[in-house]
């Protein structure tokens, strides 16, 4: 189909793009189509020329809807050894969303992870942040840095360290090695980790080593981490695996706190713990998106209920 | 003196130590007549010198070993080529002194019937730029070799192997002749540094309180950056390197920091152990060497500043022992010494000692609390460390 065509058009033009402010983009073409009527309904251009036109308007909106998604996927690839981890996978996440990703172990949640982290580079696809920065073309360090936060299944903290200096070594600031060494602590520092305690519930373990929480409060310490880096978008891998109850609850709160200002994408298994999210749920299977909605959508869907829920 | 109060009493008394013996020993050997029961004999004091070159270069594989967890196996190759770059200077400061009586070339040229001194000798005769070459020559490699290590995310055993198979390869390399750094022999025959003549009492003193102010600082320099943010960093790569990353640190940098100061560190202990030891040659490169300075600071205590430098200094005392008493058993010893340490010591002894203080002083709080009376009141198990 041509709408296909169409449809990858914009990635190949974005190169162009960055430079424009987003308030250009949607102030400019938004007139532009009805001027764009008028004039053919009086001249009636010649057929190629309209088919043209008609192309370019069409990959500009479909750059303007990306340029307004948080994170954008578009038929991303990624084979292991002839084994595909990820298929033609799609996915937009927009400004200010809380999802869940859900789905069979194999479905390549955690390769997913890895390409939008940098960690993996996709075979095939666009891998979008903030609708204009081209993520496969970053590593780590430099993504972590624009503000993609990411949490691993099993806790990852520094274990010799209190934490409180976990938290320091996450702050948002320069990371190269010589500020490193002549880095003095600040007030404002002090303040921002405070802030941070607070809301992961640490507050009176600041001095602890993180060696000596608990499963669940490292957990949290983690959480923490990653929004002293002060990201835009949390990817947040399995946050309740191996936790009590109470503990499941808690983090849930934590979560939805934290989404009232920032993206977040959730992969986890525990259904009752997607259910008390009560967000919009992606299912993944063998690598692409099998239904998204609703979790009550999504659970009654009968392709997931064979391939998932069934089981 | 903001350094001051931010490193903590332990290191300025360490540091306090240091210099103790960087005057004491000198003076027991120098000011006190032979009969006198303090007196310290002459034979003495280029040994202690070579311990404390060796406690320097525990130091420095302490840097990478213990605070960034990157095992190199190859450090005595930074020790050798500091050493190698002192002994040039002090061959040409042999002038027309040496067997054939040459003004320029060493000996071992005169003898290879080579015509004039290859390029890279010229320079050598300034103390200034054996001075430089000393570091800068250590530090490039380690910075030019840890580039593309680090780079490429060679870690654990990986790297160790190829920080084995880089001294190897310099082993191999010094041993031949044409690369005109004396071969098998090395260079030896020293006369003077500095012009002081090197065999007098006088000259082996002040090499020994060189060697222990080169400590000295090397002590205040670890201190200060194991205790910086970089410092906190380092140990955050060595124990989850991944999740560096992906709070937004460059790992490769903090390593690549770290291996390039070591090797520095390193190349200058080499540089003052050539002239107490009066020879360098080629066996300084073997991997044997490398492994034992990880022997000295795993007994010691890696990631401590102290536990590196007692390592080195009680091995090597061990070893004068040992090989005095039965030299065929030493290698045994050794290795006997690092399996009982990593079996039994895994934190080595100093790291031993305060893993035990800090667990006694936990149980001291907690039953001090139980009795109902306050403790420090933020509730935590242990101090907070070096703030």
Not at chain 1, 161 to 166: A, L, M, Q, S, Y
Not at chain 1, 275 to 299: D, I, N, P, Q
Not at chain 2, 41 to 50: D, E
Not at chain 2, 78 to 88: I, K, R, S
């Amino acid at each position: 189909m041509v709408e296909h065509d169409d449809m990858r058009e914009p990635l190949g033009q974005d190169g162009i793009a960055p430079g424009a402010s987003p308030d250009d983009v949607a102030a400019g073409p938004s007139s532009d189509p009805a001027k764009a009527d008028t004039i053919s309904s009086v001249v009636s251009p010649h057929p190629y020329a309209a088919e043209m036109r008609r192309r370019r308007l069409a990959a500009e909106a479909q750059g303007r809807a990306r340029r307004e998604t948080l994170l954008y996927l578009d038929g991303v690839t990624k084979s292991f050894d002839g084994f595909k981890a990820i298929n033609n996978l799609s996915l937009v996440i927009e400004r200010g969303e809380m999802r869940a990703i859900i789905g069979p172990n194999g479905a390549g949640k955690t390769t997913m992870m890895d390409i939008i982290t940098g960690k993996t580079r996709p075979d095939r696809g666009a891998v979008y942040f903030n609708g204009a920065v081209d993520l496969t073309k970053h590593d780590e360090a430099a993504i972590a840095s624009m503000g993609i936060g990411r949490k691993f299944q099993k806790p990852t903290v520094f274990e010799s360290h209190t934490v409180e200096d976990n938290i320091r070594l996450s702050l948002a600031g320069p990371r190269s090695v010589v500020e490193a060494l002549v880095h003095r602590k600040s007030t404002a520092e002090r303040e921002r980790i405070a802030e941070i305690l607070a809301t992961i519930r640490l507050t009176d373990k600041r001095r602890t080593f993180a060696a000596n929480l608990s499963h669940g409060q490292k957990q949290w310490l983690e959480i923490g981490m990653l929004l002293a880096q002060d990201p835009e978008l949390l990817l947040v891998d399995e946050p309740v695996a191996g936790m009590t109850d109470a503990e499941t609850v808690e983090t849930a709160r934590l979560l939805r706190e934290i989404a009232a200002t920032r993206s977040v994408v959730v992969v986890e298994h525990d259904m009752s713990f997607v259910r008390e999210l009560s967000v919009k749920v992606t299912c993944l299977h063998e690598g692409s998106v099998l239904s998204e909605g609703t979790l009550e959508a999504v659970s009654n869907d009968p392709k997931v209920i064979e391939v998932y829920l069934g089981r | 003196m903001i350094i001051a109060r931010f490193l903590g009493p332990r290191v300025w008394i360490l540091v306090g130590l240091i210099l103790a013996a960087a005057v004491l020993v000198p003076l027991a050997n120098l000011a006190l007549p032979p009969g006198h029961p303090l007196h310290m004999p002459s034979y003495l004091v280029p040994l202690f010198g070579k311990y404390v070159t060796y406690a320097l270069l525990a130091l420095a594989l302490d840097l990478v070993w213990g605070y960034v967890g990157i095992l190199s196996l190859g450090h005595g190759a930074f020790f050798a080529l500091g050493g190698y770059a002192m002994g040039m200077y002090l061959m040409r400061q042999i002038g027309s002194r040496g067997v054939y009586g040459n003004p320029i070339l060493p000996d071992f040229m005169v003898f290879l019937n080579w015509k004039a001194l290859p390029w890279y000798w010229s320079g050598f005769d300034a103390f200034w730029f054996a001075a430089l070459m000393v570091m800068l020559v250590p530090g490039l490699l380690a910075f030019v070799f840890g580039f593309f290590a680090f780079r490429s995310r060679v870690t654990g055993v990986y790297l160790s192997i190829i920080t084995q198979a880089m001294t190897y390869a310099l082993l191999l390399a010094f041993f031949r002749n044409d690369m005109g750094f004396g071969g098998n022999n090395g260079l030896t025959d020293f006369k003077d540094i500095l012009g002081f003549p090197i065999q007098a009492a006088a000259t082996r003193a002040g090499l020994f309180s060189a060697s222990c102010i080169a400590l000295a600082i090397g002590v205040l320099l670890v201190g200060w950056i194991t205790r910086s943010k970089l410092g906190k960093l380092m140990i955050a790569v060595r124990d989850a390197e991944s999740r560096t990353r992906f709070i937004g640190w460059r790992p490769e940098d903090v390593k690549l920091f770290a291996f390039t100061v070591s090797a520095v560190m390193a190349g200058i202990a080499g540089a003052l152990y050539v002239p107490q030891v009066g020879i360098i040659n080629p066996s300084e490169f073997a991997p044997v060497n490398s492994i034992e300075v990880v022997v000295w600071a795993a007994v010691g205590g890696r990631g401590t500043l102290i536990g590196p430098i007692l390592g080195a200094l009680l091995v090597n005392y061990g070893k004068t022992v040992f090989t005095a008493i039965a030299p065929d058993s030493w290698l045994f010893v050794l290795g006997g010494l690092f399996v009982f340490v990593t079996l039994v010591l895994p934190r080595g002894i100093v790291g031993t000692i305060d893993h035990g203080w800090d667990a006694w002083r936990a149980r001291r709080r907690s039953a001090a609390k139980e009795k109902g009376e306050s403790g420090d009141g933020d509730g935590s198990i242990l101090p907070h460390p070096a703030e």
